[in-house]
């Protein structure tokens, strides 16, 4: 161990008492090892003054749990001089209006009352004290926001509940949308609703729609929280109800345009749906001739044919045929030009007063079919006897204001007087190599 000699000449300490403190000091001096003379070491001056003083032991005080208290509201001046017996009777009575309450909330809070205290003496439950404090200092906010008196004054009666709903808006926005609550008489549920849209807002910078929104508007707020709402939604008709709920609720015509727009595409996905349901619907069966089929039936049918580049009266003069003795033979109440026979399908043999329509191409029918399959002639057979409309998804043969033939869903002429009958049955043409005689086609709204 290395022994370390002082000079005492030069480490004399020095006691000064300064304000009634004792302060101890060395003077600088030099220190000499025994081990190494030629060694030696400087001594800085210490005072004892630099040293830390020992924290303050804990109060037994401090590690109690103290419960929260906010800060005091001033009283007003004619509430001042009561006692807290008086205040407790005023809360329990619930003399005065809500706003009125929180400074006596809040000093009986920082006399030492806890809220289940006061919820005990005054009946006022915990959460609508806290309801109470908070739903004035929101009022209070909108006085210093120079917000109109009328507006202020809707919400003197039974505001606490709607004014609380908007205390995590900045003060701007909650003059804003105070002033549309009142405009559109919301209640507390609605008012919640406005809130979270008004703040959630923000947050959404750059998702789908969002820079056609006005942020300072809560209308536009409010709408764009529906939009959002209706792209998360799987089922197509929410979607809509959601988009017609965000375009009323919008403001700008901006955000109008663009729910509209998103309400286009919906609606016309709506259409298609239509046609997928109708083919489940709609038993119009879709038969192919094949050549010398008419060989292998025991029983025919003869219908007139139509063109339809007619009219509603060639439809209506084509006669009816019938079959006569035990040879079949066909006759006919009147001549005409144009027949087709067909075998014995049992939707032909069941019409009562049959017609043939024959259509150039498929595209004048509503279904979905392969585009080199659209181009190719049909023929529609129509039962004349049926022309009243009983099923608005069946499809029918109509004339429309032109005195142009078409086929039309039952829906679209439920109380037209230009239908000529029901289809019953869609012919194709005979074709080499193709076996599949009944198709299954996508009917669908046009």
Not at 103 to 108: G, K, V
Not at 287 to 316: F, H, M, N, Q
Request: charged residues 25%.
């Amino acid at each position: 161990m290395e022994i370390l000699s002082t000079n005492h000449a030069f480490l004399s300490p020095a006691v000064t008492n300064l304000h009634n403190q004792t302060h101890i000091s060395f003077s600088p001096g030099i220190l000499k090892s025994h081990n190494y003379p030629h060694r030696q070491f400087l001594c800085r001056p210490i005072s004892a003054a630099r040293l830390p003083s020992p924290p303050p032991p804990p109060s037994s005080s401090s590690r109690m749990y103290q419960p929260f208290r906010p800060p005091p509201t001033p009283l007003p001046d004619r509430l001042q001089s009561l006692s807290t017996t008086d205040r407790l009777e005023l809360l329990q009575n619930r003399m005065g209006v809500w706003y009125e309450f929180a400074p006596l909330l809040s000093s009986l809070l920082q006399e030492g009352f806890t809220i289940p205290s006061i919820e005990e003496a005054t009946g006022i439950s915990g959460v609508e004290q806290n309801q109470i404090i908070v739903a004035a200092q929101v009022r209070e906010s909108l006085l210093t926001s120079d917000v109109e008196a009328d507006v202020i004054e809707y919400f003197n009666g039974n505001g606490a509940e709607i004014l609380y709903e908007i205390r995590l808006l900045s003060v701007t926005l909650r003059a804003a949308s105070a002033r549309h609550i009142v405009n559109q008489r919301l209640d507390a549920k609605l008012a919640q609703q406005l809130a979270r849209a008004m703040k959630d807002f923000p947050r959404r910078k750059g998702d789908n729609g969002w820079e056609c929104f006005l942020g300072s508007s809560p209308r536009d707020c409010l709408a764009y929280s529906y939009f959002r709402l209706s792209h998360e939604s799987l089922d197509l008709a929410v979607k809509i109800s959601t988009l017609n709920k965000a375009l009323e609720a919008a403001e700008t015509e901006l955000a109008k345009r663009r729910i509209n727009e998103e309400l286009e595409k919906r609606l016309r996905r709506v259409e298609d749906d239509e046609g997928d349901e109708l083919l489940a619907k709609v038993a119009v069966p879709v038969v192919r001739l094949r050549y010398g089929e008419l060989t292998e039936w025991t029983s025919i049918a003869v219908l007139p044919v139509c063109s339809s580049t007619g009219d509603k009266e060639s439809i209506t003069m084509a006669p009816t045929s019938t079959f006569e003795g035990k040879f079949g033979i066909v006759e006919s109440e009147s001549g005409w030009k144009r027949w087709v026979v067909l075998p014995g399908w049992d939707p032909l043999l069941s019409i009562g007063n049959g017609v043939a329509v024959e259509f150039e191409n498929a595209k004048m029918l509503p279904w979905k079919t392969k585009k080199w399959l659209r181009e190719e002639e049909v023929m529609v057979i129509i039962d004349r006897e049926k022309k009243e409309v009983k099923e608005e998804v069946q499809f029918y043969l109509v004339s429309d204001m032109e005195d142009k033939l078409k086929v039309e869903r039952g829906k679209d002429v439920k109380d037209s007087d230009l239908v000529m009958g029901p289809v019953v049955l869609v012919v194709r043409p005979p074709r080499y190599g193709d076996d599949d005689q009944v198709e299954l086609t996508d009917w669908e709204a046009s």
